[in-house]
T-cell receptor, first 111, second 117 residues
Framework: GIQVEQSPPDLILQEGANSTLRCNFS?????LQWFHQNPWGQLINLFY???GTKQNGRLSATTVATERYSLLYISSSQTTDSGVYFC?????????????FGKGTLLTVNP | EAQVTQNPRYLITVTGKKLTVTCSQN?????MSWYRQDPGLGLRQIYY???????DKGDVPEGYKVSRKEKRNFPLILESPSPNQTSLYFC????????????????FGPGTRLTVL
């Protein structure tokens, strides 16, 4: 199956700093999505981004499908951005409806 | 309010005692899925369903059963739970284009923390 690798595994920032999280896939993926899990365990969808670039406030994401990677940018980080960020994607053909997650990036934003 | 609900939120049980975790969504979504989350392993898909009576295995289906008799409900059944099924479980749903295209944005339930002694 598809392998999903996220980097870095851990990241510590001071409030106000910018960061880039990366997600690499072993094969072509569809359905690429980014999620945030807050410290209370709640999972929120950030972006559905199979290709191209999207922005939502201080967050933006870019997926380069031909090179099998996606980037999540966080600008002017805030303490509420802390948590784990996951990317996930599905394969093609018969496995198009399976979703494989990376192990996540644990982000800590200090005041 | 659009949401995915799971019950129970917390459950402690013993090995071999059958249990069901319910999942319900009120968004008329076609696609529903179950995941388990374990430290260091991220989220892994257990089963998913494309529509009523259509289910398929994810990456870790062993020891689990599902059913999709109604569009809104997708229960997860552990016929004979074992300690290695102690985990945090999430149900999710998303709308899927009628054309059978890709999974769209996933909405997650609040999670069920299961402990099997």
């Amino acid at each position: 199956g598809i392998q999903v690798e996220q980097s870095p595994p851990d990241l510590i920032l001071q409030e106000g700093a910018n960061s880039t999280l990366r997600c690499n896939f072993s094969d072509s993926v569809n359905n690429l999505q980014w999620f945030h899990q807050n410290p209370w365990g709640q999972l929120i969808n950030l972006f559905y981004i199979p290709s191209g670039t999207k922005q939502n406030g201080r967050l933006s994401a870019t997926t380069v499908a031909t090179e099998r990677y996606s980037l999540l940018y966080i600008s002017s980080s805030q303490t509420t951005d802390s948590g784990v960020y996951f990317c996930a994607g599905g394969g093609s053909g018969g496995s198009n409806y399976k979703l494989t997650f990376g192990k996540g990036t644990l982000l800590t934003v200090n005041p | 309010e659009a949401q995915v609900t799971q019950n129970p939120r917390y459950l402690i049980t013993v090995t071999g005692k059958k249990l069901t975790v319910t999942c319900s969504q009120n968004m008329n979504h076609e696609y529903m899925s179950w995941y388990r989350q374990d430290p260091g392993l991220g989220l892994r898909q257990i089963y998913y369903s494309m529509n009523v009576e259509v289910t398929d295995k994810g990456d870790v289906p062993e020891g689990y059963k599902v059913s999709r008799k109604e569009k809104r409900n997708f229960p997860l059944i552990l016929e004979s739970p074992s300690p290695n099924q102690t985990s945090l479980y999430f149900c999710a749903s998303s709308i899927t284009p009628f054309s059978g295209g890709a999974i769209n944005e996933q909405f997650f339930g609040p999670g069920t923390r299961l402990t099997v002694l």
